[in-house]
């Protein structure tokens, strides 16, 4: 049960789940949420191509091949391969051991790891594979940040989905202890409304994301089960409000009434049991329909006709339309209860299925145009129309990375910059994953004693003199990482012995070429010659400069 409610509220997408269980084999500690938005929004999604470029960019060599499928045996595993299973083709899994008997896999379609005879999984793989490794130990910065914030997501959800029936049951124990065994038939209604609640979720939800994977397991099991051919037909609807929205305020009523006024509230019993009388021909009437007139048939639809049934049925037994029991009933009470439960349901619906409609609808947009974004074609032409370099970067600032590399970024920066300094994480991350990269620092700081950027830049530029790659990458690191820039604790980190006096002239010749390049604001970055388009982040350049 906790399996299936984790993929109803959090479906996985089949390429990210198979990076993401691809990189936990291989002892990778990145979270979910980082692989899912970096593979959605590339521009090859859902391809390997998507998934390669991630895992190089958090520092997991991978190479993607094709072998003959009698060679899948002999591949180290873990691996990723494409698999065409019972109901769809070109899914993505992960063959965690194989031998020339049989292969350990995660099956996609039934989201669980299987082991399957060799001879069925090679007639099923495509023999496409990538195969990745680790050397060193691989961590996402603020891995444990993000996921601390997955858990309590999840915890949240959790929390969200069992308060209800917690709530209900805390209400039926304690009306046992007052009414005996009067309380049984009220509980049993109040668990089938309970029931009723969660079926007509499902239907909305449907009606919001049919992408889900376990709803459409649910809604289109086979030709003749098609919730969406009901729920969208022209007679799904009633006054303009779907029949869904209608079955939720209905339910989501009857136990906020219960809620209200207690289980076993006789006066409440007996609107429950005229509601529920009168709700009784609509199950004549979505059965025919849907054997009749669409010929198809929706199962959670029929899940709340029986529902229906069988609180009609309870009622009965219950003998609650006996007219009677309201005598002594406080109706003016009894009325604002009632109204008040089914009103609040039906504001608060048919306010939220519009807006998780347009926030679901904006997600999918927004990983579409971060797709066109990514895209390397759109990126060089938007690139080339931007203000180039007209002056020469020789011998200017700090170099880091490869000198001789084919891709070359330029970063103009302010050493007490707040984005400067956030910006030097995602170069870091971009120098560590591409051996090509050559990345120019180049401050804005002037030669005059007034300027406070002036002594931290000649301090950067001395300790880059003594020409120690990992000295000057760690001061670097050391300057923009730290929570309050303090100019003389880092002084006293790396002390100079008159160093500093000789920065003078290379801080005069920085400080001129950014006023004749007109530097306008920090941090200002030049790719290749070109200056950063103003869409452009940093944080983006990682799918471009692809060794």
């Known amino acids: 049960m906790r399996k299936l409610i984790t993929r109803l509220l959090e479906p996985k997408d089949n390429a990210p789940e198979a990076a993401y269980l691809l990189t936990d084999l291989l002892g990778a500690k990145i979270s979910w949420s980082t692989l899912e938005k970096s593979i959605k929004d590339h521009p090859n999604y859902p391809t390997f191509l998507s998934i390669s470029d991630v895992l190089n960019n958090h520092g997991i060599e991978n190479l993607t091949a094709r072998f003959d499928k009698e060679k899948l045996p002999e591949i180290p595993?873990?691996?990723?391969?494409?698999?065409?299973?019972?109901?769809?083709?070109?899914?993505?899994?992960?063959?965690?051991?194989?031998?020339?008997?049989?292969?350990?896999?995660?099956?996609?379609?039934?989201?669980?790891?299987?082991?399957?005879?060799?001879?069925?999984?090679?007639?099923?793989?495509?023999?496409?594979?990538?195969?990745?490794?680790?050397?060193?130990?691989?961590?996402?910065?603020?891995?444990?940040?993000?996921?601390a914030e997955e858990k309590r997501v999840r915890l949240s959800q959790i929390l969200m989905i069992t308060a209800l029936p917690l709530l209900l049951i805390a209400s039926a124990i304690s009306s046992f202890f007052i009414d005996g065994t009067r309380a049984i038939l009220p509980s049993l209604y109040a668990m089938l409304t309970l029931c009723g609640v969660a079926i007509t979720v499902l239907l909305l939800w449907y009606e919001v994301d049919q992408s889900n994977i376990v709803l459409q397991?649910?809604?289109?099991?086979?030709?003749?089960?098609?919730?969406?051919?009901?729920?969208?037909?022209?007679?799904?609807?009633?006054?303009?409000?779907?029949?869904?929205?209608?079955g939720f305020v209905y339910f989501a009523g009857s136990l906020a009434l219960?809620?209200?006024?207690?289980?076993?509230?006789?006066?409440?019993?007996?609107?429950?049991?005229?509601?529920?009388?009168?709700?009784?021909?609509?199950?004549?009437?979505?059965?025919?329909?849907?054997?009749?007139?669409?010929?198809?048939?929706?199962?959670?639809?029929?899940?709340?006709?029986?529902?229906?049934?069988?609180?009609?049925?309870?009622?009965?037994?219950?003998?609650?339309?006996?007219?009677?029991?309201l005598q002594g009933a406080n109706f003016a009470d009894l009325a604002i209860k009632t109204v008040s439960?089914?009103?609040?349901?039906?504001?608060?619906?048919?306010?939220?299925?519009?807006?998780?409609?347009?926030?679901?609808?904006?997600e999918q947009l927004t990983h579409e145009i971060q797709r066109l974004k990514h895209s390397p074609e759109i990126f060089i032409a938007l690139l080339e129309k931007q203000k180039p370099i007209e002056y020469?970067?020789?011998?200017?600032?700090?170099?880091?990375?490869?000198?001789?590399?084919?891709?070359?970024?330029?970063?103009?920066?302010?050493?007490?910059?707040g984005p400067c300094a956030r910006a030097h994480t995602p170069i870091e991350d971009l120098l560590n994953n591409n051996t090509e990269l050559q990345v120019q620092i180049i401050f804005t700081a002037s030669n005059d004693e007034k300027d406070i950027k002036s002594q931290p830049v000649k301090h950067l530029l001395a300790i880059d003199q003594k020409q120690e790659t990992g000295l000057i990458k760690q001061a670097l690191e050391d300057w923009y990482h730290a929570e309050k820039k303090d100019y003389k604790a880092f002084s006293e980190k790396y002390p100079m012995n008159g160093e500093l006096k000789k920065q003078g002239d290379k801080i005069k010749a920085m400080h001129e070429w950014c006023q004749k390049t007109e530097i306008r604001f920090t941090p200002t970055f030049f790719v290749n010659g070109y200056q950063l388009p103003s869409n452009y982040s940093v944080h983006d350049l990682k799918y471009f400069l692809s060794t």
């Open 77 to 147: 595993t873990p691996f990723i391969t494409q698999f065409n299973g019972e109901n769809q083709v070109n899914q993505f899994t992960v063959v965690k051991e194989i031998n020339d008997k049989q292969a350990q896999y995660y099956d996609p379609e039934n989201q669980r790891w299987s082991i399957i005879a060799l001879h069925e999984f090679t007639k099923k793989s495509s023999g496409n594979v990538l195969m990745a490794e680790i050397e060193e130990p691989v961590k996402e910065k603020d891995y444990e940040k993000r996921l």
């Open 258 to 325: 219960f809620l209200l006024s207690g289980l076993s509230n006789v006066a409440m019993l007996n609107i429950l049991s005229w509601l529920t009388l009168a709700a009784t021909p609509y199950v004549l009437y979505s059965v025919f329909y849907q054997w009749q007139v669409a010929k198809q048939w929706c199962v959670l639809c029929l899940s709340v006709q029986l529902v229906l049934v069988l609180q009609c049925t309870v009622t009965f037994f219950g003998g609650w339309h006996d007219f009677s029991i």
């Open 392 to 417: 020469s970067t020789a011998g200017l600032g700090i170099t880091i990375g490869n000198p001789n590399g084919k891709f070359k970024i330029v970063k103009v920066c302010n050493p007490y910059c």
């Open 217 to 246: 397991d649910i809604c289109m099991g086979n030709k003749k089960v098609n919730c969406s051919a009901i729920l969208q037909s022209k007679d799904a609807k009633i006054l303009g409000i779907s029949w869904s929205t209608v």
């Open 341 to 362: 439960a089914f009103v609040v349901p039906f504001i608060i619906i048919t306010l939220l299925i519009p807006a998780l409609s347009k926030a679901k609808k904006s």
